[in-house]
C-alpha cells in the first residue's frame, strides 16, 4: 500500500477506534496475543533470518541483542497484551468537571491522539506493544521499524492483522511500512495530514533526525546515559549487585547504566571489589585520576565518556567529594532518563530524587526498572526524557488527550 494510503485508510479507523467499546477491544487484545502464541515458530524464524543478517554485516553485539527474539521474549509480547487488556480503559476518563455561574456544565474529558506514527530501530518486541497501547488507547498506529528487522516486524504485524480481522475489526488499526527508502521515512515525516503524533524510539542520531525533520508534532523519547551514585552512606554489599544488574543484565538497552559515580570517602574501600567483579563479566573501566588510583590498570576516562550511552561493555566512573557535586555531575551528564543512588541516608536520598532532573530517579535500586512493564502499564510505548505532555514510560494514558464537553440550556455569550 502506498504511504498516502496507508495514512488515509488509519486517518478513517481512527474514529471507529475513539469509539469502540473496552470489552471489544480487550476481546480483540487477548485474541493478538494468542496469535503471537500460535504463530510463534513463523515470527522466530523471521527474526532468525534478521539475525543472521545483522551478525553478516558486522551488527553490534548490543544491537544484536535488541533485536533477536527467544521463545521467552514472544512470550513476554503476549503478555504485554494480556496486562494492556487487564488495565482500565483511558479514553473517556472525566479528569474534571465544574459548573460555570451561568449554568454551564463543563466536562474534562479523555480522548485518543488520533493516528500515532512510530519510527524505531532494531527492537521488534515494540511492534507488539506498540499496537497494544495504541489500540487500547483508542488510536490507530503506523509503524516504521529499521530495515534489520523487517522480516521480525513484518511476522509480528501479519500476525496481529490477521488476528483483528478474525474479530470483524479492521486491520488498518496497525500498519507497517516496509519500504526501506529513506525518502519514505521523510515523506512519513510530513503526514500532517494524516498523523497527529510521531515517536521516535531508537539511538541519538534517529531521535535527533525525527526531531529537526518532522513536520508533525513529536514525543521525543530520549537515550539513556544512566548513572548510579554510591553514596558514602551506601550498603556496600547491596551496591554490588544493583550496580551490576543495573549494567550488564542487558546491554543495549536504554535504561543500563553507563556511568558510575562515587563519593571519595568509599572509593578505596569499594572501587576494588567492584571493578572485580564487572570485570568477570568484561566490562572495560574507564575511570578519572582517583578511580585509577584505586584501580590500577583502568582505562582513563576522557571528557566524552561522562556522556556517553555506551550500549556496551563499558562504564565510566567519576569520583566525588560531596553529594552536592553528584548532583551536579549527573545533571550536566544524565541525558535525563534514568539516574540511582545508593545510600542509607534517608535525607541524602530525598534530596538526590529532588533535585537530580531525570524523568526516573531511584533510591537503592537498578535503573533497569524505567519500563513500562516493570512499571504495570503492561508495556511502553518509549521513555519520554521531554518535559511536555509525557516524561518517563510512556503507558496508556500518555497516548491520550484531552477534550472539554459544555453542556448547556439556552446560554448565550452578552
Known sequence: ???????????????????????????????????????????????????????????????????????????????????????????????????????????????????????YESRPNVTADAFGLCFKSGNACILKGGSDALSSNLAITNSLRASLEKCGICPDAVQLIADTDRVVTEQFMRMN??????????????????????????????????????????????????????????????????SLVIHEAVRERFLPALAQTLREKNVELRGDERALEAVPGMTAATEEDFGTEYLDYILSIKTVDSLEEAISHINRYSTGHSDAILTEDTERAERFLNEVDSACVYANASTRFTDGFEFGFGAEIGISTQKLHARGPMGLKELTSYKYVIRGNGQIRK
Open 1 to 119: 500500500m502506498e504511504l498516502m494510503e496507508m495514512g488515509k485508510a488509519a486517518a478513517a479507523v481512527k474514529y471507529a477506534l475513539a469509539c469502540m467499546p473496552e470489552e471489544e477491544k480487550n476481546r480483540a487484545l487477548l485474541a493478538a496475543a494468542d496469535a503471537l502464541m500460535q504463530d510463534m515458530d513463523l515470527i522466530l524464524q523471521a527474526n532468525e533470518k534478521d539475525v543472521r543478517d545483522g551478525e553478516a554485516k558486522g551488527m553490534h553485539p548490543g544491537l544484536v541483542d535488541r533485536l533477536r527474539l527467544t521463545p521467552e521474549r514472544v512470550e513476554a509480547m503476549a503478555e504485554g497484551l494480556r496486562q494492556v487488556s487487564s488495565l482500565p480503559d483511558p479514553v473517556g476518563e472525566v479528569l474534571d468537571s465544574f459548573v460555570r455561574p451561568n449554568g454551564l456544565k463543563i466536562e474534562k474529558r479523555r480522548v485518543p491522539l488520533g493516528v500515532i506514527g512510530i519510527i
Open 193 to 258: 495530514g494524516y498523523v497527529d503524533v510521531l515517536i521516535p524510539r531508537g539511538g541519538a542520531g534517529l531521535i535527533r533526525t525525527v526531531v529537526e525533520h518532522s513536520t508533525v508534532p513529536v514525543i521525543e523519547t530520549g537515550t539513556g546515559n544512566c548513572h548510579i551514585y554510591v553514596d558514602e552512606f551506601a550498603d556496600l554489599a547491596k551496591a554490588i549487585p544493583i550496580i551490576l544488574n543495573a549494567k550488564t543484565q542487558r546491554i543495549g538497552v536504554c535504561n543500563a547504566c553507563e
